[in-house]
């Protein structure tokens, strides 16, 4: 049985994409609605069909569990799911950015933590709808030390989706690399609210870029994540743009449907680290405090 805490859209995905009845969403505390769920799955070539999907129930032993909460949510959904799991069971975090991935992984430091980070793409149009809109590749890769034997079982167990799941040792390493892309891409689509090819030619971008990057390029190679130079970070950023100019980034998207971002795992989470090692970020700090202000409506 795998659990899955966190029933939104890479949630369904997942429990679309693995064997029937091997999934099971964890309940909120406090739940009593526990009939199935039921949903429309939408495959990459289109075609549709219906899941089902039960709640995990007290008498389950869950043998891995994924954690595809939204990267603010995750903490606290945390200490509800590790009332189900036996200590040895593997758990796998989804969530875009950084900052949660290292929260929960101190915090359960004794547990097998994993994160992924993936390029599948889902969305849920309507409730009872899953859209999987992109297929693409995820790696998974230890945080704490008893996750480490466990990798290659983990990745075997996905496997078995169909999706495309490789191991990666240095996770943090990679999630680094999208944490660039996403601190590129994400605010200004979303301040700007276009699809990520159109930010490239704005006032807000071309503005902002040059300074953004020497804010990351200097806050990596303060962590170990060097060397890198600001130059490269730009042109992978928008190498991405330009290679998925008419898609909404998830954070557009959110701000769009007037949900949380995760902007704070984003830009924010390099605010935060540049306080704790004197390096100044005011281009993320802009950013950051200007996406907060869309979310909640503050410049409406
Ligand atoms: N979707 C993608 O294509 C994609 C791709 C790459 C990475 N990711 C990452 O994956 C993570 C999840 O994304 P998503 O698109 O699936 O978000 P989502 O659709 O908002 O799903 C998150 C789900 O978590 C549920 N949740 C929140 N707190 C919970 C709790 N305490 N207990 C149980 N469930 C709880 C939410 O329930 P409510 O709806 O009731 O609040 C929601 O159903 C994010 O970090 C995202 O960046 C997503």
């Known amino acids: 049985?795998?659990?899955?805490?966190?029933?939104?859209?890479?949630?369904?995905?997942?429990?679309?994409?693995?064997?029937?009845?091997?999934?099971?969403f964890v309940p909120r505390p406090g739940q009593t609605n526990t009939a199935p769920v039921h949903f429309h799955f939408q495959e990459v070539d289109g075609q549709s069909r219906q899941v089902t999907v039960s709640w995990l129930n007290a008498a389950d032993t869950p043998a891995l569990a994924l954690v595809t909460t939204k990267a603010g949510d995750t903490l606290d959904a945390m200490e509800h799911l590790t009332n189900w799991l036996p200590a040895s069971t593997p758990i796998v975090l989804f969530q875009n950015g950084l900052g949660s991935q290292q929260a929960v992984a101190e915090r359960w430091a004794d547990r097998p933590v994993l994160a992924a980070t993936t390029t599948e793409g889902a969305n849920r149009p309507t409730p009872d709808q899953v859209v999987h809109a992109g297929a693409g590749e995820t790696w998974i890769g230890p945080l704490t030390d008893s996750a480490d034997q466990k990798l290659y079982a983990v990745v075997a167990r996905l496997s078995v989706s169909g999706l495309s799941i490789r191991p990666e040792q240095d996770i943090l390493g990679r999630l680094w690399k999208k944490l660039v892309i996403n601190a590129g891409i994400n605010p200004f689509t979303a301040l700007l609210d276009c699809p990520n090819g159109d930010m490239l030619s704005t006032d807000l971008y071309l503005s902002h870029i040059e300074s953004l990057c020497t804010e990351i390029a200097n806050l990596m190679n303060a962590?170990?994540?060097?060397?890198?130079?600001?130059?490269?970070?730009?042109?992978?950023?928008?190498?991405v743009a330009r290679s998925t100019a008419r898609?909404?980034?998830?954070?557009?998207?959110?701000?769009?449907?007037?949900?949380?971002?995760?902007?704070?795992?984003?830009?924010?989470?390099?605010?935060?680290?540049?306080?704790?090692?004197?390096i100044a970020t005011p281009?993320?700090?802009?950013?950051t405090e200007q996406v907060q202000q869309l979310s909640s409506g503050e410049q409406e």
């Open 223 to 239: 962590v170990g994540r060097g060397p890198a130079d600001p130059e490269k970070l730009r042109e992978n950023i928008e190498a």
């Open 1 to 24: 049985m795998i659990a899955i805490l966190g029933a939104g859209a890479m949630g369904r995905l997942w429990a679309a994409s693995l064997p029937a009845h091997e999934t099971a």
């Open 283 to 287: 281009v993320n700090q802009m950013l």
């Open 247 to 278: 898609n909404t980034s998830s954070m557009r998207s959110d701000v769009l449907s007037g949900k949380q971002t995760e902007i704070d795992y984003i830009n924010g989470y390099l605010v935060r680290l540049g306080q704790s090692r004197g």
